[in-house]
C-alpha cells in the first residue's frame, strides 16, 4: 500500500498545502518517512490524516468559485468503531462548507471496507450543503463498500453505486469531472468521461 500515491497530475493546478482556505495549508511533507498505517501496512506520506485512524484522504481540487471539491480516500471507512464519519464531517467538511463549497465528489477506489452505523452525519452533511444546491457523491466504490452503504441508508444522502462506478475520471481535467458528475447527480446520465 505505501507505493499508492494520492493522484498527482492536478498539483499545477491546485494543491491543498499551498490553499489557504483549506484545513490542510501550510501541510509539509516528509517523502521519506512513512509513519501512517492501515491494516499494519504504511501508506505513502502525501496522504493527508484528519482524524481518522484508518481512512486517510487528499483534497485534490478545490473550485471556490463554482463550490466544489474532488477529494481521493485511501484505507478502511469505519463509522461503527471509529465514527469515521464525525472526523470527516467535523475536521474537513464544515470547515470546507464555511470557504463555499457545497458540492463533493468523492474518489473511494481505494476505501477497502465500510462499516456503517448510524446516519446522523450523513445526513447533516446532506442538510447544510442542499440549502446551497449541493449534493455529495462517491465515484467507484467497490461492491461490498457499496452494498454496505447501501444497507446503512446513506443512499439517501449520496449519489453513489451505479452508473457512479464506471467513471474513468484520470484523463480529465477537473472542470470536465465536475461537469459530469453534476449532470450525473441531476439525472443527466450521459457517458461523457470514458
Not at 448510524?118 to 462517491?138: A, Q, R, T
Not at 461537469?179 to 470514458?194: D, N, Q, S, T
Request: hydrophobic share 35%; net charge negative.
Amino acid at each position: 500500500m505505501h507505493d499508492i500515491e494520492p493522484y498527482y497530475r492536478w498539483r499545477e493546478h491546485y494543491v491543498a498545502a499551498e490553499d489557504e482556505h483549506s484545513p490542510f495549508y501550510g501541510r509539509i511533507y516528509d517523502e521519506f518517512r512513512f509513519s501512517n498505517k492501515v491494516y499494519n501496512y504504511y501508506i505513502h506520506p502525501q496522504w493527508d490524516e484528519f482524524g481518522s485512524a484508518t481512512l486517510y484522504l487528499k483534497v485534490l481540487y478545490a473550485d471556490y468559485y463554482d463550490g466544489y471539491a474532488i477529494i481521493e480516500l485511501i484505507g478502511e471507512w469505519n463509522d461503527c468503531l471509529s465514527n469515521d464519519i464525525m472526523f470527516l464531517k467535523r475536521d474537513l467538511i464544515d470547515e470546507m462548507i464555511r470557504q463555499g463549497i457545497h458540492k463533493y465528489i468523492l474518489i473511494c477506489e481505494n476505501v477497502l471496507n465500510f462499516h456503517g452505523s448510524d446516519d446522523c452525519y450523513y445526513e447533516e452533511w446532506y442538510e447544510d450543503v442542499n440549502e446551497e444546491g449541493g449534493w455529495i457523491c462517491l465515484l467507484n466504490t467497490l461492491n461490498h463498500v457499496n452494498d454496505e452503504m447501501r444497507d446503512t441508508q446513506l443512499q439517501q444522502y449520496i449519489s453513489f453505486g451505479e452508473p457512479f462506478n464506471e467513471v474513468n475520471w484520470r484523463p480529465h481535467k477537473p472542470k470536465v469531472i465536475f461537469k459530469a458528475i453534476e449532470a450525473m447527480v441531476h439525472g443527466e446520465y450521459r457517458k461523457v468521461l470514458v
